[in-house]
Structures are given as structure tokens and as C-alpha cells.
């Protein structure tokens, strides 16, 4: 068999062969190349603005691999994911300013690193929590349980009881110096760049690690008919609860992230709407797809940015433009749902899929 | 319809838009550069159409006056719907857009962007006036032209003790009873709530519960009751107009007996319209003449709101113009200052530009300007009004810095 290009067929030995990560030397080649694109081409070339622009990519991938997890892998629909990624922020905010540290430990920069895994685990938590119905509804009765999710958790625990502490009101900044990592002060769009590459290369390993376990068996089994699932011997409600748990963590993950990157925090970060538009992004990028959750994302922020580049000489004769993007930029989502209901249902990955099959099988692709 | 022909038209598009940026971008040598947030459709809308107006207006006058020693302003407004978020994402932009300075709005952005527009250096004249924003030692480049929440707050309510309670058949039997009615949630309303307390036990008050009233309450009958529960002689409202408003008529539907005193962006021309009677006797902070009033250089403002802005009657122009107005005269006055001393960057519009302010005059009954190195509040006395059939009509110029000049210059500092 090769061990550079794919074979025309399955010539698998074992089942390490067939679950390999890099399964021959073109594919190993073709992800140090990817690697070095986005570590070392990507800083080199972009400029602050465009740094932020990725770790927006980054954030939204963040939080879409959570939602893809539970609406792509699992068939749980939730609108109520970034009541989650908020539990993340606050928590990891909360921790970073009000829990006394020993000075050994900021001195060492592990408040936040830690802050990270605690905000994970509690949103995980938290999500479990507002999961426990889907071990009795579901469809559309559990959309409305997982919206329920985001108005108690961010409308109300958040806004009139979390975001209060300290006396401070609503908003809560990070002075200049309090997230650090190890040495580094993350104080610049260049090194939240970089945190965010570690965090969501570290999101996506796991993640694509547990759906070729038995649990993302499990998950997709019971995405495919919950009933046969349990007929074969799945415990439902286990398998969704842990998927719940999962998703939640990606998300507190995600909101932890978030707040190296703007150092301040307030309960509008984490609207409805954002719940919203990561379902946005997965069903453009591709659901039931990791892949889907990456193009999903880098294409709902850079359309946006494209926009606003393109609106802005426009400015010049027609003011009011700038005023109006706002709303612009939400009808362009929900446009660029419409568009890729009617011309794209499968998503980008599924685009992407095809092309990948074409070089594949290329000459020979009939 | 084949859609990879769809597809490959938005390419173009969106290709060609962004050559024409890239193009743009390098046109704009000779300009100076000013990003500019408002909200004209979210929660605090009902002030800030009117302020955005303002400020466009003055950008337009500043460019006809020659610009910063020649160089237009090229003002880069976005309304970011009273979104933190959007706000951020924005200021993110004005600064890759070259932008040498903020015009910013609501306090909520304004507090979280503080730290970040500190790294950057980047001088940030805001509506929000914040004291949390008044203290150099912590928020270098946080400025506005006017007196902080704060401040009014504690000279509305002085005010009210200074005229009316002496006036109270109950007024020296016992203590006066006050309560504050504002949105918890929102910063803006909570910014003044420690002040305004502390004002109150200094001058003998007894504090009640605070209401929870949102921004864009229309119904507020259960807090008016609570207010009622505690016989409250006096309520402090933060919030801004239209919420205020409501609150106001409620108190007056359900008889509440008390008074109202209210923060500047609560009390302006609309709340006589909106409230009607229940209006009569409120009595608020006014940071700026109101508009169309005769005073210093208010026949400017005139003129470029009927120039630039037809469309709106000069009836429905409110305060919020003006309030506009001085923090686009301040800005450009400290570029203008920093730019003749040839260093016109962030830091040398702060330093040689607004921190070089003596009591310089906008005219527009703004209290003259005063920033030092050390203190961001541009002065001490606050005109108090009250609203006297339809009309604002001045109670008191409460002199807080002279009354109390060791707590002005000790201890109300940033808070």
C-alpha cells in the first residue's frame, strides 16, 4: 500500500490504520503546511486588524464546534449556546479578579490558564443542567428549553446578580497586566492570535478524538434515531447529557478566550442572537462536520468584514451607510442563510468535500 | 438560476469593493481622522438621534472653519445600536482606519474600552460622562465636556435640600426620605448610585430601597408603588428621558406625593412633552444650554442643524445637540492646540492639546474647561433646573467644589 497517496480502495490492516490521523505523507505534508500558514505566515503578514479579525474567526469556531456537536453529531438543537460561552467569560473573569491567588501563582501566569479550565468545566456543568430535558423532549420542545437556557442564565442570573459583583454595575474591564499566560502578558492581538490557535487546535483534536470514540458512536447513532439507539443498548440519556456537558465546555472555553481578547466583559456579549448566528454558521459551513464548523465560521466573519470594506468608500456619498451597517450586516446573515438553503443545503464542507473527491479520484473520478 | 454563476458574481463584488478600499485608503493623506460611535436605534435612541445629529453637524462646522489648521476631519460615524460588542469591534476599526481620536457614546463601552484606549493612547471624548472616567491616574484618555454623573448628582439633590425641603411642613421634625429609580443592570445609570448615597447621608437623608426601572420601561406602576410604601419625599431618576418619563407620570397617576430629581440625560425638552403635567416641578442637572436658547455661539448650532439637517424641525432639536456639540468643539480645539505644537498623536492631543485647557469657553453655557494632569472634571458648579410650565427654569448653581473643597479635591475624585 502507499504511504504517500490514498489507495483506490480500503486496504486497512488494523483499526489504528483505519482511525489514523494522518493516514499517508501527503496528508502529513499537506497539515505542516497548514501549520506553517497559520503559525508563522499568517503573523507575519497580517496586521493587528486583521489578527483581531482571526481571533473573531477563532471565537466564533470556539462556540460553533459546541453547537456542531450538539445539533451535527447529536441531533440535540440548542439556541441557547451562548448562555454557555457567558458562564465561561464570567467565570474565568470572576476568577481572575476577585479569587486571591498566591503570588507564586501570578508571578507563574497560571491564574488564567487555570481560570480557562475551571470557566470550562462550570459551563460544562451548567449546560448539563439545562440539558436534563432533553432526556424528556425534544424537536422543537427542546429548542424552547435550551432558549429558556439563555434568558435564566444570561438575562437574569448574569445581568442582576453575577455582573453586580464588585459594586461595579454591568460591565467589568481587565486592567492592563491580569491575563498572563506562563511569561506572557496577552496584551496584543498578535499573542491572542497565537492563544487562540493553541485553544482551538487543542478544541478541535479533542473533539475529533471523542466523535471516533465509542461516545461519538454513541452521539451520532442517537442523532440518527434515538429509538434504535436505545434498542442497541445506548443509555440516551448518558449520551446526551455528556454531549450537552462537552458543548458546554467548548463553550466556557470559548468565553474564557474571549475575554483575553476584548479585556472587558458585559451580559450583551452574549445575546440571544449570537446563539443564533453559531446555528448561522454551522448550517452555512456544513452540519454533521467539523470541517463545517472552520469554513462555517471563517466565512460568516469575513463576509461581514468584506462588507464593511466594501460599504466604506461608499460612505463618502452616501453617509447614512455607515449609520445603517448595523442592520446590514444582519440582513447579509440572513441572506447568506437563505442563499445557502437554496443553493448549498450540505454547507461549505460538503463544497469542499467534493473538491477534495475530485483530486482524489482524479483522473479517473467517474 | 445556476448558482455558480451567483457565486462567482458576489466574488467579483466583494473583489472589487475591496480594491476600491485598498485604493480609498490611500487617498485620505491630508485628512485627520476621527471614528464616531452613537446609537440611534438602541436602547438609549431616544437622546442619541438628536446627539448623533449634533455631532455630524459639528464636524461639518469645524471643517468649514478650516479643519485642524487646514486638515478636514474625516468622521467615520457608525451606530452601534448600544451593543458593547459592537462598540468594541468598531473602536478596532477607527484605529486600523488611522483614527487620531473617539468621539464615543454610552458608559457601559466606554468603561470596558478604557483600559485597551489607555494601551493605545488613543483619546476618547465620550457622551458618557462617567466620574469612574474623571481620574487621569486610571483613565488617561477618557475626557468629555461636561460635569460627571456624579457631580450632577450630587447637586441635584443639594439643590433640592437647599430649596425645597425647607419648604416641606414636615421639614425639621424629621429626616427627608429619598429613594433612587434607575436600571440596575445598566452602567450608565448605575455609575452616580454611590455619589448620589453618599450625598445623601452627608446631608441627612434617609435612603429607601432603590427601583429597578429599565430603559425602555413604559409601565413602572409597581416601583412607583414601592416608592409610595416608603412615603419617599424625594426619587433620583437614572435612566434617560422616555423611561423617565413614564416613571414620572406613573408617580403622578398614583399620587405619590414626592419629587423628582434627574440626571442629565433623563431631563430634557421631550420630558415636558412626554410627561405633560406630571413634568411640573422636576428639577435635573443640564450639562448644556438647551437648544435654540440665546446664549454664546448657540446661532452656529442654529444654522448647520437648518443646513445639514432640513429634515428635522428645529422644534424637535433637543439639548442632546448641543451636549454633541462641545464634546466635537473641546476635541478640535485640543487637536487644533497639538497640532501647532506639531505633534498631533494621541498622546499629544492629551497633553498638549486638552490638559493645556484653562478655563477655555465654548460658549454654549458649558462651564468653561479645565483638564489637568491630575483631574479630568471640567468644574465644580452645575446649573439645577426645574421644569415650570413647559419651560426650564433655573433653581440653583450649586457650587459643590466651594462647599466642600476638601471632599472635591480629597475625596470625590473618580467615583
Redesign the interface.
Same mark, same amino acid.
Request: glycine share 4%.
Given at each position: 500500500m502507499s504511504t504517500t497517496w490514498l489507495p483506490c480502495g480500503d486496504y486497512h490492516q488494523s483499526y489504528l490504520e483505519d482511525h489514523a490521523w494522518f493516514q499517508t505523507k501527503f496528508i502529513k505534508g499537506k497539515m505542516i503546511l497548514l501549520g506553517l500558514f497559520l503559525f508563522v505566515l499568517i503573523p507575519w503578514l497580517a496586521d493587528s486588524y486583521w489578527l483581531s479579525v482571526c481571533n473573531q474567526i477563532g471565537y466564533t469556531l470556539l462556540g460553533a464546534l459546541g453547537v456542531q456537536l450538539l445539533i451535527g453529531f447529536c441531533g440535540q438543537v440548542t439556541l441557547g449556546h451562548s448562555a454557555f460561552i457567558a458562564v465561561g467569560a464570567y467565570t474565568s473573569t470572576l476568577l481572575i479578579l476577585e479569587f486571591p491567588w498566591p503570588q507564586l501563582m501570578l508571578n507563574l501566569g497560571l491564574a488564567y490558564p487555570i481560570s480557562i479550565i475551571v470557566a470550562a468545566m462550570v459551563a460544562g456543568l451548567w449546560s448539563v443542567l439545562f440539558g436534563l430535558p432533553s432526556a424528556r423532549v425534544k424537536g422543537f420542545y427542546l429548542i424552547l428549553t435550551t432558549m429558556a437556557a439563555q434568558f435564566i442564565t444570561v438575562d437574569f442570573v448574569i445581568t442582576q446578580y453575577v455582573s453586580q459583583i464588585g459594586g461595579r454595575g454591568q460591565a467589568f474591564s481587565l486592567p492592563p497586566g491580569t491575563i498572563k499566560v506562563g511569561p506572557w502578558v496577552i496584551d496584543t492581538d498578535f499573542k491572542v492570535y497565537f492563544m487562540m490557535l493553541v485553544l482551538v487546535t487543542l478544541c478541535i483534536i479533542g473533539l475529533a478524538n471523542l466523535l471516533r470514540s465509542r461516545a461519538g458512536r454513541a452521539w451520532v447513532a442517537i442523532r440518527d434515531n434515538d429509538i434504535s439507539a436505545e434498542v442497541m443498548g445506548i443509555n440516551v440519556v448518558k449520551y446526551k447529557l455528556l454531549a450537552f456537558f462537552v458543548a458546554g465546555f467548548l463553550g466556557g472555553i470559548a468565553g474564557a478566550f474571549w475575554i483575553s481578547n476584548l479585556a472587558a466583559i458585559s451580559p450583551e456579549h452574549f445575546t440571544w442572537f449570537w446563539s443564533l448566528w453559531l446555528v448561522g454558521v454551522i448550517l452555512i459551513g456544513g452540519v454533521g462536520s467539523i470541517h463545517g464548523a472552520i469554513f462555517g465560521s471563517i466565512f460568516m466573519v469575513l463576509v461581514m468584514e468584506f462588507l464593511q470594506i466594501g460599504i466604506m468608500p461608499l460612505a463618502d456619498s452616501y453617509p447614512k451607510l455607515l449609520m445603517d451597517f448595523l442592520f446590514i450586516k444582519e440582513a447579509a446573515f440572513g441572506l447568506a442563510i437563505c442563499a445557502f438553503m437554496i443553493f448549498e443545503p450540505y454547507g461549505i464542507a460538503y463544497r469542499w468535500w467534493q473538491i477534495k473527491n475530485y483530486f482524489n479520484l482524479w483522473p479517473f473520478s467517474y | 438560476m445556476n *448558482?455558480k454563476s451567483?457565486?462567482s458574481k458576489i466574488s467579483i *463584488?466583494?473583489f472589487v @469593493?475591496?480594491l476600491?478600499?485598498s485604493f +480609498?485608503a490611500m487617498a485620505g493623506a491630508a485628512e485627520v481622522k476621527v471614528g464616531g460611535l452613537?446609537d440611534?436605534?438602541g436602547a438609549t435612541s431616544d437622546v442619541g438621534k438628536d446627539y448623533?445629529l449634533g455631532m +455630524?453637524d459639528a464636524i461639518h462646522y469645524v471643517n468649514d472653519q478650516g479643519g485642524v489648521n487646514g486638515k478636514q476631519i474625516k468622521l467615520?460615524?457608525?451606530?452601534?445600536?448600544y =451593543?458593547?460588542?459592537?462598540a @468594541?469591534?468598531k473602536y478596532? @476599526?477607527f484605529? =486600523?482606519?488611522g483614527s487620531v481620536a473617539v468621539l464615543g457614546w454610552g458608559t457601559?463601552?466606554t468603561?470596558?474600552?478604557?483600559?485597551?484606549i489607555?494601551?493605545d493612547e488613543m483619546p476618547y471624548v465620550s457622551a458618557s460622562y462617567s466620574a469612574h472616567l474623571t481620574n487621569p491616574a486610571k483613565t488617561p484618555y477618557n475626557l468629555f465636556a461636561a460635569t460627571d454623573y456624579s457631580t450632577n448628582a450630587r447637586a441635584a439633590i443639594t439643590a433640592w435640600f437647599d430649596k425645597r425641603w425647607p419648604t416641606h411642613p414636615d421639614y425639621g421634625k424629621r429626616k427627608p426620605r429619598f429613594v433612587c429609580s434607575y436600571h *440596575?443592570?445598566?452602567?450608565y445609570c448605575?455609575?452616580p448610585i454611590?455619589a448620589i448615597k453618599d450625598q445623601a447621608e452627608l446631608l441627612g437623608f434617609e435612603v429607601g430601597p432603590d427601583q429597578n426601572v429599565t430603559l425602555t420601561a413604559i409601565d413602572t406602576k409597581s416601583q412607583v408603588l414601592a416608592m409610595k410604601d416608603f412615603k419617599a419625599d424625594l426619587v433620583w431618576h437614572g435612566n434617560t428621558t422616555m423611561s423617565v418619563s413614564a416613571t414620572v407620570r406613573d408617580a403622578f397617576a398614583l399620587g405619590l406625593g414626592a419629587d423628582h430629581i434627574v440626571n442629565n440625560w433623563g431631563f430634557d425638552e421631550n420630558l415636558p412633552r412626554l410627561a405633560g403635567k406630571a413634568a411640573e416641578g422636576v428639577m435635573g442637572a443640564t450639562v448644556a444650554e438647551f437648544f435654540g436658547n440665546n446664549v454664546k455661539n448657540m446661532d452656529i448650532v442654529v444654522e448647520y442643524a437648518k443646513k445639514y439637517n432640513p429634515g428635522v424641525p428645529l422644534e424637535k432639536r433637543l439639548v442632546r445637540s448641543i451636549q454633541a456639540w462641545a464634546n466635537v468643539l473641546a476635541l478640535w480645539e485640543a487637536m487644533n492646540r497639538a497640532d501647532k505644537a506639531g505633534d498631533l498623536t494621541g498622546p499629544g492631543i492629551l497633553k498638549k492639546g486638552f490638559e493645556t485647557f484653562r478655563g477655555f469657553d465654548i460658549g454654549l453655557s458649558v462651564p468653561p474647561l479645565n483638564y489637568t494632569a491630575t483631574d479630568h472634571r471640567i468644574a465644580g458648579q452645575v446649573p439645577i433646573y426645574e421644569v415650570k410650565n413647559g419651560k426650564f427654569a433655573l433653581v440653583e448653581l450649586v457650587d459643590l467644589k466651594g462647599r466642600w473643597p476638601d471632599k472635591w479635591a480629597n475625596e470625590w475624585l473618580g467615583w
Open positions: - | *448558482f451567483v457565486w *463584488f466583494l @469593493l475591496a476600491i478600499t +480609498s452613537v440611534v436605534t448623533a +455630524s467615520y460615524q457608525f451606530d452601534y445600536g =451593543r458593547i460588542p459592537e @468594541l469591534t478596532k @476599526l484605529k =486600523r482606519l457601559g463601552d468603561e470596558a474600552l478604557s483600559p485597551t489607555t494601551k *440596575f443592570a445598566h452602567p448605575s455609575a454611590k
